[in-house]
C-alpha cells in the first residue's frame, strides 16, 4: 500500500512541477493618423538582432507572437501603401517577455 502511494504522490508532484514557460508577446499596430490597420508586417527579433518570426496585422490591426522563450525581443512593423513606405523607424521596441507573461506592445508607423 506504501508504494502505491508513493508511485501516486511521485505523479502528482511531477505533474504539478511541469509548467508551462512560454511567453506571448500581443498587440496593435497602426499609422501614426490611426488609418492604416490591416495587413502590416510585425516582425519579431532577438536580443542580438536575428530576424525570429514575423507575422501581418489582422483587419482591426491586431498581432501576437506565442511560444516564446524568456528573454528580450524587439518588435518593429512595415507596410508599403502605394509608393509611401510606414514604419516603426530604427528603433524597434524591446520587450521583454518572462515565463508565462504576456506582453502586450502597441505600434505606432511613421510616414517615411
Given at each position: 500500500m506504501k508504494r502505491v502511494?508513493?508511485?501516486?504522490l511521485t505523479l502528482v508532484l511531477v505533474v504539478s512541477c511541469?509548467?508551462?514557460?512560454?511567453?506571448?508577446?500581443?498587440?496593435?499596430?497602426?499609422?501614426?493618423?490611426g488609418n492604416i490597420l490591416s495587413g502590416i508586417?510585425?516582425?519579431?527579433?532577438?536580443e542580438n538582432t536575428a530576424l525570429l518570426q514575423q507575422t501581418t496585422t489582422d483587419a482591426e490591426g491586431n498581432f501576437n507572437f506565442t511560444g516564446l522563450d524568456a528573454a528580450n525581443y524587439y518588435v518593429g512593423a512595415t507596410i508599403t501603401v502605394g509608393d509611401v513606405v510606414w514604419?516603426?523607424?530604427n528603433t524597434p521596441q524591446i520587450v521583454y517577455v518572462g515565463g508565462e507573461v504576456a506582453k502586450e506592445?502597441?505600434?505606432?508607423?511613421?510616414?517615411?
Open positions: 502511494f508513493y508511485v501516486i511541469t509548467k508551462d514557460d512560454e511567453g506571448s508577446i500581443f498587440g496593435n499596430a497602426s499609422g501614426d493618423n508586417t510585425v516582425k519579431l527579433y532577438s514604419d516603426t523607424g506592445v502597441v505600434l505606432t508607423l511613421n510616414q517615411k
